[in-house]
């Protein structure tokens, strides 16, 4: 599976954590969630994919302070997405946090690794942004709510910052099927005193379906499935792809949650599909071109 496939796949995975949490409607707090979603897909990532010789490559000098920035983030992005979803709703918070994502990736790997901001990304990024603004603006189809947006905004920009870090800890020499779980794990036990605060809702049929969707499905399978794409593409093609999941979040916010985005909806989701596009096909020529990369270290 290539690098821009395996993306895309984890992309459509995570646009479905909030129509999901949306949809299950089991009353749990937002940071609750997070936790038990992070705690239950981090251990099963890490069962699934640790090795004691990939744990040691992230506690090399290099690499440790990158895993560390890596969990912060983690953290971060689960507690302001899930409040965003909350607030906003599904569309509209998956909207503006991964609106956020290309513009963070694309400049952190610009600073940290030299990366060359092509125009093709400029393109792609441009009519993503803008396609995020008709969403956000009245008659677009969403609730706007100012906190919920801060929350999507700050969601955005930590996985624009993890994608960054993921890279960064790659190139160091870090075993990026150890990271993933590593940092999914230890997020969860940085915000686990709110499973003791708010354990309400998690512990119903609906809460126990909700969280076993959202830790197996998105989290174990989506990292799997991120990991092993992000090391063969440049931040600023993988924060653009991950626009897939505001185009995901909203069909199923039509089908399953009734939404009716307006004309400014579907012009946006349009646009959100153009920069896909022009991010996404032209990579997949320039890998079948130059062959298969290596593989990071420790795979």
């Known amino acids: 599976m290539s690098g821009v496939v395996s993306v895309l796949v984890a992309a459509v995975l995570w646009g479905t954590v909030g129509p999901a949490q949306i949809w299950a409607g089991s009353g749990a707090h937002p940071v609750s969630l997070g936790a038990a979603r ?76 030299g990366e060359r901001l092509s125009r093709r990304w400029a393109a792609g ?51 990026l099927d150890a990271a993933a779980p590593v940092s999914v794990l230890c997020a969860g ?15 119903t049929a609906r809460g126990a379906v909700l969280v076993g969707w959202l830790a197996l499905g998105t989290t ?16 600023a093609t993988v924060g653009t ?11 199923l916010g039509v089908v399953l949650l009734g939404e009716r985005p307006g004309p400014l909806a579907v012009v946006g989701g349009v646009l959100l599909l153009g920069g896909l596009v022009a991010v996404s096909v032209p990579g997949r020529r320039r890998e079948a071109a130059r062959g298969p990369r290596p593989e990071p270290v420790g795979r």
């Open 38 to 113: 992070m705690l239950l897909g981090g251990l099963l990532l890490t069962v699934v994919m640790v090795r004691p010789a990939g744990l040691r490559t992230l506690l090399r000098r290099g690499a440790r302070r990158w895993v560390v920035i890596s969990v912060l983030v983690t953290a971060a992005f689960q507690v302001c997405f899930l409040q965003a979803v909350e607030r906003s709703g599904a569309a509209l918070a998956t909207a503006t946090a991964f609106g956020t994502v290309p513009v963070v990736s694309g400049v952190c790997g610009l600073v940290l690794s």
């Open 241 to 251: 792809l991950s626009l897939t999941e505001p185009l995901v979040a909203t069909a």
């Open 220 to 235: 174990a399978l989506g990292y799997l499935l991120f990991t092993r794409g992000v090391g063969r593409l440049s931040a």
């Open 125 to 175: 990024t441009l009519c993503a942004v803008v396609g995020i603004g008709l969403l956000l603006l009245p008659g677009g189809g969403g609730r706007a709510d100012v906190l919920g947006v801060g929350y999507g905004v700050v969601a955005g920009a930590s996985f624009g910052v993890y994608i960054a870090a993921t890279k960064e800890l790659g190139a160091r020499g870090g075993d």
């Open 189 to 203: 036990l940085v915000v686990s005193p709110s499973l003791l605060v708010a354990p309400e809702g998690l512990f």
